[in-house]
T-cell receptor, first 110, second 115 residues
Framework: DAKTTQPNSMESNEEEPVHLPCNHSTISGTDYIHWYRQLPSQGPEYVIHGLTSNVNNRMASLAIAEDRKSSTLILHRATLRDAAVYYCILRDQDDYKLSFGAGTTVTVRA | ETGVTQTPRHLVMGMTNKKSLKCEQHLGHNAMYWYKQSAKKPLELMFVYSLEERVENNSVPSRFSPECPNSSHLFLHLHTLQPEDSALYLC??????????????FGQGTRLTVV
């Protein structure tokens, strides 16, 4: 499985943007980049995913580097409810499972 | 509400007990998963079922026995567990046939304590 590297933790102020980096230097051409988050005492929930182009949805934006060796999850205006562990995961066309790393713990200050 | 329901939400069992965890989804998904999350550790994939057939077993001890009677239901049968098996057990489902360009849905988990 291709690996991802994320910072252990990040802090943000409420109402400010949060940029979560993820390095995946060994990504293959068919790997999709997925982001999930896990709020305290809950199961993970899907945030966003992409292949090559930047993606936007109601929760976040995903910016993918041109060489695809890194990506950034952007939370445009952090709220207290965004405090969670955020996971960056690669999935290839033959891999229908999700393999989780340690993720980034995001703390949002009021 | 994710569409994946796990019961019970909390379970306390003795080391000699036999219990089962249940997972149910009516999303039309054909792949289902069991994960274990111990305190302060990443999620560990335990079992994967695709089209009701077990396709992955990640060296899980035999005291954990999965069962997938149909595409909507997944069970994890537990017997003679150890205290170190105490963890959050999470079920997930996804539409396997759509490959990696799709999302997985997780249940809220069962918090298991072995005493």
């Amino acid at each position: 499985d291709a690996k991802t590297t994320q910072p252990n933790s990040m802090e943000s102020n409420e109402e400010e943007p949060v940029h979560l980096p993820c390095n995946h230097s060994t990504i293959s051409g068919t790997d999709y980049i997925h982001w999930y988050r896990q709020l305290p005492s809950q199961g993970p929930e899907y945030v966003i995913h992409g292949l090559t182009s930047n993606v936007n949805n109601r929760m976040a934006s995903l910016a993918i580097a041109e060489d695809r060796k890194s990506s950034t999850l952007i939370l445009h205006r952090a709220t207290l409810r965004d405090a969670a562990v955020y996971y960056c995961i690669l999935r290839d066309q033959d891999d229908y499972k999700l393999s989780f790393g340690a993720g980034t713990t995001v703390t949002v200050r009021a | 509400e994710t569409g994946v329901t796990q019961t019970p939400r909390h379970l306390v069992m003795g080391m000699t007990n036999k219990k089962s965890l249940k997972c149910e989804q009516h999303l039309g998904h054909n792949a289902m998963y069991w994960y274990k999350q111990s305190a302060k550790k990443p999620l560990e994939l335990m079992f994967v079922y695709s089209l009701e057939e077990r396709v992955e077993n990640n060296s899980v001890p035999s005291r954990f026995s999965p069962e997938c009677p149909n595409s909507s239901h997944l069970f994890l049968h537990l017997h003679t567990l150890q205290p170190e098996d105490s963890a959050l057990y999470l079920c997930a489902s996804s539409p396997r046939s759509l490959g990696p360009n799709t999302e997985a849905f997780f249940g809220q988990g069962t918090r298991l304590t072995v005493v």
